[in-house]
């Protein structure tokens, strides 16, 4: 017993001190100074960095994200990259802009592959900069064989995705243990030959479905999934720049949505969420702030 206490009497000093150290620390100047971000590393020639930006928050970014595009020599950066994160590029660096909209390239996806190589053979540090995360339907694996044959390394720095930031920014989980116990996400692109989705397969209560690049087929997803068994009642929720101070979004049913969206259309990039969490957005704070700001801007 003596033993114990002797031990906690030695303790409580340095307990002490420690408190007071935490306590004093808000009010001492050099706080600030001694606090950094534990960055590292550097660009190295010859090298390509694929990577992801991110939903459009520069907040979202990775920490790896931002050190890169500070370093890089040149940037090709796509047309979902927002301003302030471009605005982290310092201006001697080189920018090309290789951006896709629907229905216009600015620049075919072979000619991209062929600008990466160039940049590096040349001895370049080059930051291949898309939208939200580069391999979710980022076109990564046609530019890492490009940067492969032509025997250059290449780097991968993931990002928030569309469907991460807009579950996030609407305050709603992707997965639940009441509502989905899987997640899929989905192009509306539809590239492949016989590209029509196997809507039976998508026909599920039990998970979360999330069509990238799809607001102008709204109509289609929701006949489809409703022709394969889900209930006109299913809802279903569409949100535009997720992330970003311009956000938007329609929360409605299978049955209801394509009048909603011919109501108040969207803009793009847009992202369609199907599932049972989509009815957690009536319970979420972060939907009603965000609903509250909307209302208060307009």
Same mark, same amino acid.
């Given at each position: 017993?003596?033993?114990? /206490?002797?031990? +906690? =009497?030695?303790?409580?000093?340095?307990?002490?001190?420690?408190?007071?150290? !935490?306590?004093?620390?808000? #009010?001492?100047?050099?706080?600030?100074?001694?606090?950094?971000?534990? @960055?590292?590393?550097?660009?190295?020639?010859?090298?390509?960095? *694929?990577?992801?930006?991110?939903?459009?928050?520069?907040? +979202?970014? =990775?920490?790896?994200?931002?050190? *890169?595009?500070?370093?890089?020599?040149? &940037?090709?950066y796509d047309r979902? &990259?927002?301003?302030?994160? +471009?605005?982290?590029?310092?201006?001697?660096?080189?920018?090309?802009?290789?951006g896709k909209a629907?229905?216009?390239? /600015?620049?075919?996806?072979?000619?991209?592959?062929?600008?990466?190589?160039?940049?590096?053979?040349?001895?370049?540090?080059?930051?291949?900069?898309?939208?939200?995360?580069?391999?979710? #339907?980022?076109?990564?694996?046609?530019?890492?064989?490009?940067?492969?044959?032509?025997?250059?390394?290449?780097?991968?720095?993931?990002?928030?995705?569309?469907?991460?930031?807009?579950?996030?920014?609407?305050?709603?989980? @992707?997965?639940?243990?009441?509502?989905?116990?899987? &997640? !899929? #996400?989905?192009?509306?692109?539809?590239?492949?030959?016989?590209?029509?989705?196997?809507?039976?397969? @998508?026909?599920?209560?039990?998970?979360?479905?999330? #069509?990238?690049?799809?607001? /102008?087929?709204?109509?289609?997803?929701?006949?489809?999934?409703?022709?394969?068994?889900?209930?006109?009642?299913?809802?279903?929720?569409? &949100?535009?720049?997720? /992330?970003?101070?311009?956000?938007?979004?329609?929360?409605? =049913?299978?049955?209801?949505?394509?009048?909603? +969206?011919?109501?108040?259309?969207?803009?793009?990039?847009?992202?369609?969420?199907?599932?049972?969490?989509v009815s957690m957005?009536?319970?979420?704070?972060?939907?009603? @702030?965000?609903?509250?700001?909307?209302?208060?801007?307009?």
């Open positions: 017993m003596r033993a114990l /206490s002797k031990q +906690l =009497t030695q303790k409580w000093p340095d307990a002490l001190w420690r408190l007071g150290q !935490r306590a004093w620390a808000p #009010f001492s100047r050099d706080t600030a100074a001694r606090l950094h971000l534990p @960055l590292s590393g550097e660009c190295q020639p010859g090298t390509v960095y *694929l990577v992801g930006a991110g939903s459009g928050d520069v907040e +979202l970014l =990775t920490l790896k994200a931002a050190r *890169l595009l500070m370093q890089a020599d040149a &940037v090709v979902l &990259v927002g301003d302030e994160v +471009l605005g982290l590029i310092p201006p001697g660096a080189e920018r090309y802009y290789v629907s229905g216009h390239h /600015s620049m075919p996806q072979a000619e991209i592959g062929a600008l990466i190589v160039s940049l590096a053979q040349a001895g370049k540090s080059v930051v291949r900069l898309k939208g939200g995360d580069p391999g979710v #339907f980022g076109r990564m694996g046609e530019e890492l064989a490009a940067l492969a044959e032509a025997e250059l390394p290449a780097e991968i720095v993931p990002g928030i995705t569309a469907a991460s930031a807009a579950a996030a920014g609407m305050g709603i989980p @992707l997965t639940d243990r009441g509502h989905a116990q899987q &997640v !899929r #996400f989905i192009t509306a692109q539809l590239c492949r030959e016989g590209g029509m989705p196997d809507w039976t397969s @998508l026909a599920r209560q039990d998970e979360t479905l999330v #069509f990238y690049m799809g607001l /102008s087929k709204v109509a289609a997803i929701c006949h489809g999934l409703r022709h394969a068994g889900l209930p006109d009642t299913w809802p279903i929720m569409l &949100v535009a720049n997720a /992330s970003q101070p311009e956000q938007q979004s329609l929360v409605g =049913t299978l049955a209801d949505m394509p009048e909603r +969206l011919a109501a108040q259309p969207l803009p793009s990039p847009c992202l369609i969420m199907v599932g049972s969490v957005v009536a319970h979420s704070p972060a939907a009603r @702030l965000y609903q509250t700001q909307c209302w208060q801007q307009h």
